[in-house]
């Protein structure tokens, strides 16, 4: 070790000479002007932290589960250094405002939604095109061809055995890569904590000393937690459940991140403002240096400024939502708390049938009102589960999971047994009673600031 930086979160973070010159290259610096909370910042006005400052931190925490585990987990040096690296860029990738820009091909336009005038005759076909690639991808394509981290790995094949760590890849050892993405991985560990500290709430609290000092390892080098931490564990997960109701998803900022969505899909569309056109030219961004060092937030804010001139009121108009910072007013919200295990209550729900309403009757409030169909926004933010990527489910069902799947869960050493067992098969644990259940929010939003129209809609919307 020879350098050593301080952060906010984790105190000093000892820096190996390869990680130090991966940290200075041009595109690991890109990430100072990636914000981590995307327009979080605009509900909780100190959210401005970056991308780079969670990566460091990270690293931080891979550093100190190597020291506890590195040696059950028969790790060699090398391995270890792959692993610090993998945390350390494994965000690399994302787009400027993180999942704001990264979600873009699943961003439906209100006409769209309203998309059936006679009971079954489709309005408008949904524009095809090549999806933007995920960021875990364009982290892939960034270490593994920007020229400026090949030279400081130094090596190609490691590039790609760091790469398929963050990414999952086939080549990669699963049971590594789960420190990286899983229930219980590094990433979370930090965010839940930075980011609750920066927004000035106690939701994302956790006992982070305390689980990291009860990782275990078995026989099997399956990586869990000793069962005298299972508290822990519980209000770790339930701290991320909270995080989002409150922080994650709060209207103001759901608000303002689905008018730039919006505002991107048009502009996109229209082949207006830089905005790429499709996933190919997003792969063609990030292997251009130049390109890819400009492709922070700045790029999708000179796109709002542009567009503050466009002939289109739509778009005008949601551009100054965002440059101006005149969020959507909020008309009404339709929650839910779904049984994932019962059909009917999937299908059938207070948001489910809000989106129906609001399919059937959107058009009719926009004409009455005298505002253009877009002007109104419906944000459907991904449901929030207790367990990441397909986790969440009963206790009976976790055997039959996709292994990948079942190995996310967290695992925990149960006396008496050499093997881990999934959270969700714990009879004692809270998490075993809530794992069929995630939270559902619909909003229904509308760009105007005529105080009293906006009065009058909500009156109207309250009463479908």
């Known amino acids: ?26 595109s690991f610096q890109r990430l100072r002007h990636l914000k981590q909370l995307a327009l979080g910042h605009v509900t909780y006005p100190n959210a401005t932290h970056s991308r780079f400052a969670h990566s460091l931190g990270v690293l931080a925490v891979m550093s100190r589960v190597l020291r506890s585990a590195a040696g059950k987990l028969g790790l060699d040096e090398e391995q270890q250094q792959d692993l610090r690296l ?44 090549l999806p933007y690639p995920g960021h875990e991808e364009v982290g892939q394509l960034i270490v593994t061809q920007q020229d400026d981290l090949l030279d ?12 398929d760590l963050f990414t999952r890849g086939r080549a990669a050892d ?8 899983s229930s219980l991985d ?20 956790i006992d982070i000393n305390y689980l990291l000092n009860h990782v275990d390892v078995s026989p099997t080098r399956m990586v869990g937690i000793k069962y005298k931490a299972l508290p822990a564990a519980e209000q770790f997960l339930l701290a991320r459940y909270f995080m989002h109701r409150t922080v994650y998803y709060h209207k103001t900022t759901l608000a303002m991140e689905e008018a730039f969505r919006q505002l991107l899909r048009r502009c996109r569309d229209k082949g207006a403002y830089d905005v790429p056109r499709d996933g190919s030219a997003i792969r063609e961004l990030v292997a251009d240096r130049a390109g890819l060092s400009e492709f922070t937030d700045h790029f999708l804010v000179s796109v709002a400024r542009r567009a503050l001139e466009n002939d289109n ?15 959507p007013k909020l008309l009404r919200e339709a929650v839910a708390l779904i049984d994932v295990t019962n059909e009917t209550e999937r299908k059938h729900n207070a948001c489910t049938s809000f989106l129906r309403t609001c399919e059937d ?35 009976g069902e976790a055997g039959a999971q996709p292994s990948d799947k079942e190995d996310e869960l967290i695992k925990v050493f149960v006396p008496g047994k050499n093997e881990p067992r999934s959270l969700v098969d714990i009879p004692e644990s809270l998490i075993k009673h809530c794992a069929n ?12 600031y005529d105080q009293a129209k906006v009065q009058q809609l909500r009156d109207e919307v309250q009463a479908w």
Do not use: C, W
């Open 1 to 26: 070790m020879d350098r050593i930086v301080v952060d906010s979160i984790h105190g000093a973070i000892e820096l190996t000479e390869l990680e130090r010159r991966v940290i200075d290259t041009a």
């Open 86 to 129: 993998a945390a350390l860029l494994h965000d690399i990738g994302h787009y400027p405002y993180s999942h704001l820009m990264e979600r873009l091909d699943h961003t439906v336009l209100t006409e769209e939604r309203n998309r059936r005038s006679d009971r079954g005759t489709p309005k408008i076909d949904l524009r095809r095109v």
């Open 152 to 163: 400081a790995i130094g090596d190609t094949a490691r590039a790609q055995r760091i790469a």
């Open 174 to 181: 699963l049971q590594l890569s789960k420190l990286i993405h």
């Open 186 to 205: 590094m990433d979370r560990l930090d965010y839940l904590i930075r980011d609750a500290r920066a927004a000035g709430v106690p939701y994302g609290e």
């Open 313 to 327: 009121d739509v778009i005008k108009r949601l551009a100054e939502a965002i440059v101006l910072r005149k969020p």
């Open 361 to 395: 009757r959107l058009e009719e409030l926009a004409q009455d009102h005298s505002l253009a169909l877009g002007l109104f926004l419906i944000a459907e933010p991904p449901d929030i589960q207790l367990e990441k990527r397909g986790a969440l489910i009963p206790a």
């Open 437 to 448: 259940r995630v939270a559902r929010i619909v909003r229904l939003y509308v760009v105007e």
